[in-house]
């Protein structure tokens, strides 16, 4: 039976190319774990440097090759887009699996059998985790931003999580129900960035904020308006152009000030209905075909003392129709009273030096649900990365929308999760028990990654941890900044249940599509 030989040795090699290859990924990102996990510095293909603790976004700038681990990518983007939080761990805990599943085939363990062991390990996990976990009430401020702080706590913005994890609360406590909401639309929270100051001057603002559209300045337009009747206009305040190329052949000077005269005819006549509505501050949407505001406009309207902001990107105007209570206007003829948008408040403040300058509009209307938050930074690197932690942040504080319980942080989930599978593994028989041992045993390199990171000693640590949970100390885990094992709760070391959970799941079903292949074609 040469042929049947000759298939099983080559699916044994691509199993084990496979594993190796998606280790290789897991093992990439392993030094990222925790809060003393290092950074890593990731340049593109255009030379653009980007700087990032985020698994997802680390990942996802690397460019694998391997189809095998571009499953552990997809897995930690499949992480961020349900918990948002977490990347790092789901692809650490798949390496720690696939090592596990290595050590059972070695056992001669059939691949079918491991991945109905893993199985039945993951519903058990989860049976553990959610008897973990603590309920929490969305009126309790301060343990919301606990979780926030965890999870800043291991990004290069820790320092300043006493105030970026306060805004994360209250921007999504700001835009929800709390009584009957079961997710979040992070979309109502706009996250704006602007270079200069540092990352303690970013802000919360109830309202909208223009970073890169300015007020137009040309005749002395107004640029501070209180009690504004805001306009959203999505037509151009610009003569009219044919939809072809079309040249106008003028032959005497009469002909050319007709023309002329026309055109400003026509734009007083634009300028006349705007102001006939009471509106004070106009925005104008960007236009491709031709100037969405040309300078004579500009002049009547500044004289009128309406404000003009110009060059709002399509994308942006629901958002900021929501916002304000306006609707876009798409044709001068319907430009009434009732289509505009009110706020008490639109100014222009200046973000640093020279002409940085950001335009703020605030005092909304209550019922909607919207928010922005400008965030601030001295460089561009910290500036992305901060938005990347506080979106991270927010994503936290959605998953305690979405399933309303707590666990503790620290590594202690992971590893009551290992002890119990382990005293399980003893009541069952057949294959299952050795693979649930070996999940249980596995999921210590959590621990051990953290302990690792911060430059302890792994080994010591870990087993300490593990006798403690042994004893019955299920809360008990890691505290890096003291270095030494502590009850989470009581320390106030918390994350959401819906991160740990998403994560051991996401990871236990990649490992067992990786197990089930048997050959690339």
Known sequence: NQGGSMITEKSKDIRQTNIIAARAVADVVRTSLGPRGMDKMIQDQRGKVLITNDGATILKQMSVIHPTAKMLVE????????AGDGTTSVVVMAGALLKASQELLNKGIHPAAISDGFSVALEKAKEIIEGMGTPVDLNDREILIQNCVTCLSSK????????????????????????????????????SMKIGGTVDDSELIDGLCFTNNQV??????????????????????????????NNVVVNDYTAMDRILKEEKKYIVNLVKKIVATGCNVLLIQKSILRDSVNDLAL?????????????????????????????PVPHIDQFTKDKL??????????????DKKVVKITGCPAQNKTVSILVRGSNQLVL???ERSLHDALCVVRALVKKRFLVP?????????????????????????????QYGECLELIPYTLAENAGLDPISFVTELRNKHIQG???????????????????NVVQPLLVSLSALTLATECVRMILKIDDIV
């Open 75 to 82: 897995i930690s983007k499949a992480q961020d887009i349900e």
């Open 156 to 191: 290069v913005v820790s320092a300043n999580s006493d105030v970026l994890a306060p805004m994360a609360v209250d921007a999504v406590l700001k835009i929800i129900d709390k009584e009957n909401d079961v997710n979040v639309d992070l979309n109502n929270i706009k996250v």
């Open 216 to 245: 137009s300045h040309f005749a002395g337009g107004p640029t501070r308006i209180t009690d504004g009747k805001i306009g959203m206009i999505q037509f151009c305040m610009s003569a009219p152009k044919t939809d072809l190329e």
């Open 299 to 327: 002049h009547f309207l500044a004289k009128k003392g309406i404000m003009v902001i110009k060059d709002i990107e399509r994308e942006e105007v629901s958002f900021i129709c929501k916002t304000i209570n306006a609707i």
């Open 341 to 354: 948008g009110t706020a008490t408040m639109v100014e222009e403040v200046s973000a640093g030096s020279g």
């Open 384 to 386: 992305e990365e901060a």
């Open 409 to 437: 942080g620290g590594a202690a989930v992971e590893m009551e999760v290992s002890q119990k599978l382990q005293a399980y593994s003893r009541e069952i028989f057949g294959t299952d028990s050795y693979c649930v041992r």
């Open 473 to 491: 100390h299920k809360y008990d885990g890691l505290n890096i900044k003291r270095n030494k094992i502590m009850n989470m709760l009581d320390d």
